[in-house]
Structure formats: C-alpha cells, structure tokens
C-alpha cells in the first residue's frame, strides 16, 4: 500500500468526521430553536414555563420564526372548523 493511498483515506476520514460534526450542530441548533420557541410561546398556549412579560419580551428574538409560521399558515385549511361552522356547531 502506498503512502498516496494511505493519506487519502486518512483525509476522506477526517472529511467525514468534520461532516459529521457539522450535521450534529446543526441538528443541536434546530433543537435549541425549537426549545427557545416553546419556552417564549409557552405561557401564551398554558404550559407555565416563565412570567408571561419576559416572554412578551423575548418575543422580537423570535421575529423571524413568527414571520415564517404566518407564511405557513396562509397555506392551512382547518377542514373541522370548516364542518362544524357548517353545521352551526358551537
């Protein structure tokens, strides 16, 4: 075997590794965000998480989740609340 082929695979090795790596912080970011959303968002749907003013002021960080979530919801259609406003169910 020779050094040129040893050195490569030690390379593609340290390649996916760093590629790993990298994977996983993005993964721990997403999950951080996910845990920063339900933290702030938490006492507005009942889950007592922290004094409800510290989240109204948290909530400018999360100005961006809060646009894409808008975005996103344009495109949902609650077809139970569709059936029950047409059966005048209250």
């Known amino acids: 075997m020779s050094w040129d082929r040893l050195r490569a695979f030690f390379s593609a090795?340290?390649?996916l590794a760093a590629l790993q790596?990298?994977?996983l912080a993005d993964m721990e970011l997403a999950e951080l965000e996910?845990?920063?959303t339900l933290l702030v968002?938490?006492?507005m749907v009942g889950l007592p998480t922290i004094q409800p003013a510290?989240?109204?002021?948290?909530l400018a960080?999360?100005?961006?989740e809060l646009e894409e979530f808008?975005?996103?919801?344009?495109?949902?259609?609650d077809m139970l609340g569709t059936i029950a406003?047409?059966?005048?169910?209250?």
């Open 70 to 77: 808008l975005r996103s919801s344009m495109w949902l259609d």
């Open 34 to 36: 996910h845990f920063f």
């Open 54 to 58: 510290v989240s109204l002021e948290l």
């Open 61 to 64: 960080d999360m100005e961006s």
């Open 41 to 43: 968002a938490g006492p």
């Open 85 to 90: 406003g047409n059966l005048d169910v209250t």
């Open 21 to 23: 790596a990298t994977h």
């Open 13 to 15: 090795l340290r390649d």
